[in-house]
């Protein structure tokens, strides 16, 4: 996702496992730096909801962020 043609794309991978309050930390850090052509992709091993549903606001208004369940990707 190429949001300037101008400027290379850097893209952040952040893992998640059970922990919603720490990655929305990461989040919120990447989302606050002043480099804007950045993705960001989140793969969640997590065995509940709860990262999900902290990232569903963020899912709606970023499109530059891509979330991945390893259980439903598996």
């Keep these: 996702m190429n949001l300037d043609n101008n400027i290379p794309l850097v893209s952040v991978l952040i893992p998640s496992y059970n922990r919603p309050h720490f990655l ?3 989040l ?3 989302l606050h730096q002043s480099y804007r052509n ?7 091993d997590s ?18 962020i891509s979330y991945f ?3 439903e990707t598996v």
């Design 24 to 26: 929305k930390i990461a």
């Design 28 to 30: 919120e850090s990447v």
């Design 38 to 44: 950045i993705e960001t992709i989140i793969c969640d």
């Design 47 to 64: 065995t509940n909801y709860e990262v999900r549903n902290m990232l569903q606001p963020y899912l709606e208004r970023y499109v530059q």
């Design 69 to 71: 369940n390893s259980v």
